[in-house]
């Protein structure tokens, strides 16, 4: 584990601003939730051995400057008011856990994602304002777990695009608008675990896909082996 001398907690202390004798440079962690950030420090990006990072329950608009953190694995950032990422976020070349939930987020640049395409693997982008996904997203090829529930998505990608997410095994879609899901993910995917409670989609819309049933019949066939272990499926009744 990380040693104590390399760790800062800062957790609910109702800050408005992060104290400069705070940001030592050797800090390897830093947790500032439940305080009353708006904005964070530019000596921020001086934390060179940084590798997790914690903002969530705070009012923060936006991330900068989180980008220039390169050896950060982990970010959360739940319950701001982030809108949207900043530039050079790709940056965090060894980012593996991202947690956005509960912001304002209603779009992405495209390539938000690219730098991390290689190493992200968990992804919360659940209560947002989303109406799509970019397609950087889609070549998230480490990525195994997604969360995307509560948002205004009509659509998950197409056959070409989820066949990116080569390590995919947990996706969560509920409270969504979405009418349909490309049949490739069902086909040419791992995923395990998919819930798609309080969605348009049933289990009869989903049969009319042609990989659906023999997924299914895969998922059924592994939780037998495992002797009822783990959820398969969550769909509307």
């Not at 104590?4 to 440079?25: F, K």
């Not at 390897?28 to 914690?54: I, M, W, Y």
């Not at 994602?113 to 397609?135: E, I, K, M, Y």
């Not at 998922?219 to 509307?236: D, P, S």
């Amino acid at each position: 584990g990380i040693n104590a001398a390399y760790m800062g907690v800062l957790s609910d202390m109702e800050l408005r601003t992060v104290p400069s004798e705070a940001i030592l440079l050797d800090l390897r962690s830093l947790d500032l939730s439940k305080n009353a950030l708006q904005s964070l420090p530019e000596p921020l990006s001086g934390l060179t051995a940084l590798r997790s990072l914690v903002l969530r329950t705070n009012q923060l608009g936006d991330l900068h400057p989180v980008e220039s953190l390169s050896t950060l694995e982990t970010l959360d950032a739940a319950h701001n008011r982030v809108c949207s990422l900043p530039p050079g976020f790709g940056r965090l070349c060894r980012l593996r856990t991202l947690n956005l939930s509960y912001n304002t987020l209603e779009s992405f640049q495209d390539d938000v994602f690219q730098g991390v395409a290689g190493t992200l693997h968990v992804l919360d982008l659940s209560c947002n304002l989303l109406r799509g996904l970019p397609s950087s997203l889609f070549a998230l090829r480490a990525l195994q777990e997604l969360d995307c529930s509560e948002n205004r998505l009509t659509s998950f990608g197409d056959d070409t695009a989820v066949r990116g997410l080569q390590q995919i095994k947990k996706l969560v879609l509920t409270r969504n608008p979405l009418s349909t899901l490309p049949d490739a993910l069902f086909s040419s995917t791992p995923l395990d675990q998919l819930d798609l409670e309080h969605t348009q989609l049933n289990d009869g819309r989903l049969r009319e896909l042609p990989s659906y049933q023999t997924w299914r019949d895969r998922q059924a066939g592994e939780i037998n082996k495992q002797l009822q272990g783990g959820m398969v499926v969550k769909l509307n009744a």
